[in-house]
């Protein structure tokens, strides 16, 4: 609540001569719209959200706030899972989804130049209609956007064959904490000149400066695709049967996993069920392969198909058109929605080396038996990234906010054994950053929190988000 000294009060002009008296607001109802993303139930109220359209705008707000101490909380779409966008000080919310123009699509040397706001779907169909193919798809494509994605560093099932955003990202503009603008880097696709700016804002998750335009490279468009669905009836088999694949010499361009009780909740949830699952069924493998010879795809296919039969694998689900592999997509895209909309949950996005699989899946579910929880995993199985989805069900409030935080811990000890890490796309941004201790030692921290301070001296930028500020 703003109280009449509050600084941000006291700002509120100033702001509406910046961004203009419309982009300004502290109505209730935009405040609390702005209180929290896709991450469990918080809720976390802004002082105040601005909604600028530039670079400049964005510049001489962050200038006050930096003067005045006043907290400021970048935001995309709010899709994140860690809480990134949670305005957990109060303080600005500043919204970048004004900033939503496509600025330059350069075909001759395949690249994209991008305001933050624009949702990755759509960059992705723009660039699509040029015959070029921007491959990081986030399931979230349809609503959250491109800022946010290089925020996160986020993945997606085409991550396994095409790579995640950091692979993209040629070039940033971005404005620091101080109110400086910056470039980091260059347009060009090798880059040997000095510590690398662009790679370090990747990824940091707003802490060190707001990305207010973006240069991504691009692909020529893979002419077709082909999808199958694989039932197993041992979720460590289909955890198994990944590694092997690769193993074996395929690329797919797509290896997901999801329990069984992923796709039964999310075909309740959509209301389809073109998938029957049989009884004995305990886990899918979604896998796709593209490319431009469809010959070559088949025989993928084929091998593919022979390779997990000896995992005794079901009866394998090939889908025949694009409707069939749009709806086994959205069954895949929206697993996420269908576990949220079934009881409170948390969400661990762990990350092991892909032949670790079975052994993560393993521990998770002992894990679960030693401290009463059910978990529905499912994931980027091509990527050893299973997100482990703890449902909250018949748990008293006290197991869940107490000793499940011990069971959490027991996971990502498992996860660091196995030579993995307690994030593979969803960053760490405020729920996570207590589990840090467990991946990194206090000179790695200390390093981080030096970058940290190096920007944003006063600490005013998403303070508090992936470690505590000093
Ligand atoms: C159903 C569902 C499915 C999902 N699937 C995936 C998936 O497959 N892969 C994956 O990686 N993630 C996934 N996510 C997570 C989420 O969509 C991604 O993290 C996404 O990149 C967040 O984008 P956003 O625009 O919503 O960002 P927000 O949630 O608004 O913000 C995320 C972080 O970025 C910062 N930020 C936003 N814009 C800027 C900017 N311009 N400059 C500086 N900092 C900024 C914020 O401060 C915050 O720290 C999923 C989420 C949901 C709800």
Redesign the pocket.
């Known amino acids: 609540m703003l109280t009449v000294d509050s600084p941000v009060l006291r700002q509120l002009d100033a702001f509406r001569g910046i961004v203009g008296a419309d982009w300004v607001f502290v109505d209730p109802e935009v405040l609390d719209a702005y209180a929290s ?2 991450t469990e139930d918080l809720h976390f109220l802004p002082d105040v959200v601005l909604k600028p359209r530039t670079a400049a705008e964005i510049s001489a707000i962050l200038r006050i706030c930096n003067r005045e101490r006043i907290p400021v ?10 809480g ?2 949670l305005p957990h000080l109060g303080g600005v919310l500043l919204s ?1 989804e004004r ?1 939503n123009s496509i600025t330059e699509i350069d075909e001759r040397n395949l690249q994209v130049t991008t305001e ?2 624009v949702i ?1 779907e759509v960059l992705q169909n723009a660039v699509r209609e040029k015959g070029l193919f921007y491959p990081p ?4 494509r349809g ?15 085409k991550a396994v064959k095409y790579g ?1 955003v950091k692979d993209y990202v040629l070039n940033l503009e ?1 404005v620091l904490p101080s109110g400086d603008i910056i470039w980091t880097g260059a347009n060009v696709l090798k880059n040997a000149t000095g510590y690398n700016l662009t790679q370090l804002v990747v990824g ?4 060190l ?4 335009k973006i240069v991504l490279r691009l692909l020529p468009h893979p002419q077709h695709d082909l999808l199958m669905l694989v039932p197993f009836r041992s979720a460590e088999n289909a955890c198994a049967a990944v590694s092997a694949i690769f193993r074996a010499g395929y690329t797919p361009s797509a290896m997901e996993f999801m329990e069984r009780d992923a796709l039964e909740w999310v075909m309740r949830f959509v209301d389809n069920s073109i998938v029957a699952i049989g009884d004995d069924i305990v886990a899918h493998l979604l896998i796709e392969v593209d490319g431009n010879d469809v010959d070559v795809l088949l025989k993928d296919m084929e091998g593919i198909a022979a390779l997990v039969a000896g995992f005794d694998c079901g009866d394998i689900l090939f889908a025949d058109d694009a409707q069939q592999k749009a709806e086994l997509w959205k069954l895949r ?2 697993v ?2 269908a576990v949220k909309s079934n009881s409170i949950y948390k969400e661990e996005d762990t990350v092991v080396p892909r032949a670790e699989l079975p052994r993560l899946l393993a521990g998770v579910k002992s894990i679960g038996n030693k401290y009463g929880f059910h978990s529905v995993c499912y994931g ?1 199985a091509g990527d050893g990234n299973l997100h482990v989805n703890i449902i909250k069900g018949d748990l008293s409030d006290e197991q869940w906010n107490g000793s499940l935080k011990d069971g959490i811990r027991e996971i990502f000890a498992l996860v660091k054994d196995l030579g993995g890490t307690i994030s593979g ?3 760490i ?1 405020l729920v996570q950053k207590e589990y840090m201790p467990i991946v990194f030692d206090e000179v790695q921290l200390s390093l981080m929190r030096g970058i940290k301070k190096l920007f944003d001296p006063n600490g005013i930028l ?1 303070a508090g ?1 992936i470690f505590e500020n000093d």
């Open positions: 993303d896709e909380t970048p935001r995309g779409a709010g899709t994140g899972l860690s990134g966008a970048l900033m933050p706001g990755t798809d986030p399931s979230s609503s959250c956007m491109i800022g946010g994605n290089i925020a996160e560093n986020s993945g997606g099932p995640v971005v940091s998750e707003g802490t400066g707001i990305v207010t895209r929206r996420g929605e980027h796309e969803h960053g941004g998403n988000k």
